[in-house]
């Protein structure tokens, strides 16, 4: 069961497959195809991280023994602007859990009003909006978001807009699909607008390299949407080189920055960020907006969580180890359930 594109839920199949797997790989239809893309990029460049994204899916797994095994995936947030809330936990012998956001809480209207505020300033000095996003999902609720703003006027008409990834504008088509599609996980309010909801005219795909790098020599008000989201790899890094020592410009990370990446040093402060073998000094402002992960919170995953039956076990995984113990202590005072966060290779009988 893969419960959605990510590479790191999806990454491993053809390892699978070379290993002599020849079973069934059950999926929605929307996963399959962001796969397909998914698949073909990291044969390339691998730099993908996880959320929730169209076509997810949480599992319920019966095994032999008729013991119930469930798995969380990557759990949406039920404010997602362009997604229906995830279906709720209905109950499990055992759940594996993810806990990415287990020690946080996402301030989504304070989130939006200071996404607003930077863009909206930014360009008003003349500079460059540099928004690292992930392909999958994060693109599309960026473009939502921009959108709404060129319809109130806080972004300019005169101010292109520009996608500057292969990758995401292909994941863009399968999101507009969806909507011409009337694909049932969308919200009805997106449905209504259709593809004009992921389209801040004048929007620009940028396709080629060539385009990508006469991008870089532009200059005047922009807003540059590019890959990769943690800024591990991708075009964005070129746009960033550029931007960060201008302090009319800003770069605006949106969603979990991971430690070790240098989406993460940017929003810890750093001062100078090491690319193509340089050090450049950040003199821009850095807008740390993480209320557009499309993982849902601590709080969120308790509304998840509380309407069900206890499992006999709740296993947390797929977080940082301070944002699993923080759910892990969170799930046992406030559910009372047996909630463990395991060791790396750790084995345990499900039944």
């Not at 709740?314 to 005072?333: F, K, N, Q």
Request: with cysteine.
């Amino acid at each position: 069961m893969v419960t959605h594109a990510h590479l790191d839920h999806c990454g491993y199949l053809p390892r699978l497959v070379r290993h002599g797997f020849r079973g069934r790989i059950v999926t929605t239809e929307f996963t399959a195809r962001l796969m397909e893309i998914v698949l073909r990029d990291s044969a390339k460049l691998q730099n993908e991280a996880a959320g929730h994204i169209l076509g997810s899916s949480w599992a319920a797994l019966t095994l032999e023994d008729g013991a119930v095994l469930a798995v969380s995936g990557d759990l949406g947030r039920p404010g997602h602007p362009l997604l229906r809330p995830p279906e709720p936990f209905s109950g499990a012998d055992v759940l594996l859990m993810e806990s990415t956001y287990g020690n946080r809480r996402h301030e989504e209207q304070a989130g939006r009003a200071h996404f607003a505020d930077v863009v909206t300033r930014t360009l008003a000095r003349g500079g460059t909006v540099v928004i690292p996003s992930f392909a999958l999902d994060r693109t599309e609720v960026v473009l939502h978001e921009l959108t709404q703003l060129r319809r109130t006027g806080r972004l300019p008409a005169a101010v292109p807009v520009y996608v500057d990834s292969p990758m995401a504008l292909a994941a863009l088509d399968v999101y507009r699909d969806a909507l011409v599609m009337r694909a049932p996980e969308l919200r009805p309010e997106v449905l209504a607008e259709g593809p004009a909801a992921l389209s801040p005219e004048p929007f620009r795909a940028v396709r080629s390299l060539q385009e990508s790098v006469e991008l870089g020599h532009a200059g005047g008000p922009a807003v540059i949407v590019s890959a990769s989201g943690m800024a591990t790899g991708g075009r964005v890094l070129h746009h960033l080189r550029r931007v960060l020592p201008d302090p009319r410009n800003a770069v605006v990370v949106v969603g979990f920055a991971a430690v070790g990446t240098r989406a993460r040093d940017l929003v810890d402060g750093a001062r100078v960020l090491k690319m193509f073998g340089e050090y450049v000094p950040v003199r821009c402002q850095v807008a740390d907006v993480p209320h557009f992960s499309a993982h849902a919170d601590a709080a969120q995953i308790l509304d998840w969580l509380r309407g069900a039956p206890a499992p006999h076990v709740t296993y947390l995984v797929h977080g940082e180890p301070e944002a699993s113990a923080a759910l892990r202590e969170r799930i046992d005072r406030t559910l009372g359930w047996t909630a463990v966060v395991p060791r790396s290779g750790e084995r345990v009988l499900v039944r």
